[in-house]
C-alpha cells in the first residue's frame, strides 16, 4: 500500500511479505527518500527474522514478515503528527494484519502514543488474539517489561543491541577468538547501535570508533561508551561538546576507514555499497541494521575472506523480544530477556556456521535456508494444531 499525505505531501509504504497465522509483523521507520523498494527488501527480511528463531517449545510461533515507511524527515516537527496520520490510514490493516514497532527514525513512544489517540489499544492489536492466557496478562507484561531500566537505558532500546552484540560474540566463538582481543566500529548510536556499542564494551571488546549522521568519533584505546551513551541526544547524535583524553573527531565519509575485527552497521540501510565496499578493513561485518550490505559488495567481501552476518540472524532479538514476552515465554525482567537472547543468538548463529562450514555457502545464504526449513515446520506444526492431531 501506498500512502500520501495530504497535508505534507509525504508519501508511506506499507509491504506485507506474507502472511502467517494471518498476520505479520514488522517496524515503521521514517527517513527522507524511503521507497517502496527499500520497504519490500526489509519486509522479505522479516519473514526470515521471524521464522529463523522457531522452537517448537515456545509459546511465540512465527508471523509473516512486513515493513512500512515513510519518506520524511523524522527531525521535522511534523514527523509525529505525519506518523500518526499514516498509522490512521492504515488503521483497517492494523486492527488485523500488521503489528508494528519503532525503527530507525521512529520512536515506540511516539508509536504507542498515535495507537491511542487513533483508538487501537495496541502496536500489536492484530497479535492480541493469539495470546493463551489473553491479550491483558501479555499487554500486562509488555507494559511492565518498558518500564524496567537498565544502567540509564529503557530495556525496550537495550534488547536490540543486546543481540546485535551476542550475534558478534557468537560469530567470534564459531571461529575460536576471544572477544578480549578484538576491535570493533559501529555505526550508528541509536537505539542499536548505542546498546550494540554498550554491550560490546562488557564484553571486553574495544570499540574504537562509532558513526552517527553528524560523523565519527575515534579513539584507538577504545571510546567511553557510557559516557556517549549518557550525553547522546534523543535522536542518536553524540554530544561532541565533552570528547574524552585520545578522541578524535573524523568526518563522515571516514565510517570505513578505521581498521577494526568487527564492524557493526546500525544506521541506514544499503551503507555497504559497490563504491565502498572496497573500503571495508574488518574480519567480519554484522548486519545490526537491516539491509545494509548490498549484494555485489556481500559477494567482493566474501571473496577476499570477509564475513558477514546477516540482518535477519544479528538482530532479531528486538522483536523477538516482544513476541516472548507477549507470549509468555519470558517475564518482564531484565534478565529473563538477555538470557533467553543470548541462548537464541547463540543457537541460530550456531546453526548458520554449522550450515556454512558443511556447505560452503554464505551464511545469508545458509541462515535464508534454515529459516526457510523452520517456516515448513512451523507450518506443519499449525496444520497438525488444526486438525487435533
Ligand atoms: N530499533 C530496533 O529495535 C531495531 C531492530 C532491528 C533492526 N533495527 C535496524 O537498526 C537500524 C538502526 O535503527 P535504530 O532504531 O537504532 O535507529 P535510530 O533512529 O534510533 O538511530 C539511528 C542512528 O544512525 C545514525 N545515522 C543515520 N544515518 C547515518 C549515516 N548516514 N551515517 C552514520 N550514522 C547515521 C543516527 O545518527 C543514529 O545514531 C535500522 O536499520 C533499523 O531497521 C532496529
Redesign the pocket.
Known amino acids: 500500500m501506498t500512502w500520501t499525505d495530504e497535508q505534507t505531501g509525504a508519501t508511506g509504504h506499507l509491504v506485507i511479505d506474507r502472511l502467517l497465522r494471518g498476520a505479520a509483523s514488522g ?1 515503521l ?1 521514517m ?1 527522507p527518500d524511503c521507497t517502496v523498494e527499500e520497504v519490500a527488501d ?1 519486509a522479505r527480511a522479516m519473514t526470515l527474522k521471524e521464522s529463523l528463531v522457531y522452537r517448537p517449545e515456545d509459546h511465540y510461533a512465527p508471523f509473516g514478515g512486513a515493513k512500512g515507511g515513510i519518506d520524511f524527515d ?1 527531525a521535522d516537527p511534523q514527523a509525529p503528527a505525519v506518523l500518526e496520520r499514516f498509522l490512521r490510514a492504515v488503521r483497517p490493516m492494523l486492527e488485523t494484519y500488521w503489528s508494528v ?7 515506540q513512544s511516539d508509536i504507542d502514543r498515535a495507537f491511542e489517540n487513533i483508538g487501537l489499544r495496541s502496536c500489536v492489536h492484530a497479535a492480541l488474539p493469539f495470546v493463551a492466557d489473553g491479550a491483558d496478562a501479555g499487554l500486562d507484561r509488555i507494559s511492565r517489561a518498558f518500564s524496567v531500566e537498565v544502567d540509564g537505558l529503557g530495556l ?2 537495550t ?3 543486546y543481540g546485535a552484540a551476542q550475534s558478534v560474540l557468537a560469530v567470534l566463538a564459531q571461529h575460536h577468538e576471544s572477544p578480549f582481543e578484538q576491535t570493533a566500529v559501529v ?8 546498546a550494540t556499542a554498550r554491550y560490546l564494551t562488557r564484553a571486553g571488546i574495544r570499540v574504537i570508533a562509532i ?6 568519533l575515534a579513539n584507538p584505546a577504545g571510546l567511553d561508551v557510557e559516557r556517549l551513551l549518557a550525553g ?1 541526544s534523543t ?4 554530544d561532541r561538546g565533552t570528547l574524552g583524553a585520545g578522541d578524535t573527531l573524523l568526518p ?1 565519509e571516514e ?1 570505513l576507514s578505521v581498521e577494526s575485527d568487527v564492524l557493526v ?5 544499503y ?1 555497504v555499497h559497490d563504491g565502498n565496499h572496497e573500503q571495508v578493513r574488518s574480519r567480519y561485518v554484522v548486519e ?5 550490505v548490498l549484494p555485489d559488495a556481500e559477494a567482493a567481501l566474501a571473496a577476499r575472506g570477509v564475513i558477514v552476518v546477516p ?1 535477519f540472524a544479528a ?5 523477538s523480544w516482544w513476541w516472548w514476552t507477549l507470549f509468555g515465554d519470558i517475564g518482564p525482567e531484565a534478565d529473563q530477556a538477555f538470557a533467553k537472547i543470548e541462548k537464541a543468538m547463540h543457537d541460530v548463529t550456531g546453526e548458520i556456521f554449522d550450515n556454512v562450514r558443511a556447505t560452503g555457502v554464505t551464511p545469508r545464504v545458509a541462515g535464508a535456508e534454515i529459516s526457510r526449513q523452520k517456516l515448513a515446520l512451523a507450518l506443519s506444526h499449525q496444520q497438525e494444531a488444526a486438525s487435533g492431531r
Not at 555505526?187 to 548505542?194: I, R
Not at 538482530?315 to 522483536?319: H, K, L, Y
Open positions: 517496524g521507520r527517513r526489509l523524522p514497532g519503532e525503527d530507525l527514525g521512529t520512536r525496550g532500546d534488547v536490540g543491541g555505526q550508528g548510536f541509536g537505539s542499536m547501535g548505542g558513526a552517527d549522521r553528524e560523523g565519527v547522546r535522536s542518536g547524535i553524540m563522515s565510517w552497521t546500525a544506521a541506514a540501510s551503507a545490526a541494521a537491516n539491509v545494509s540482518d538482530n532479531f532479538a528486538a522483536n
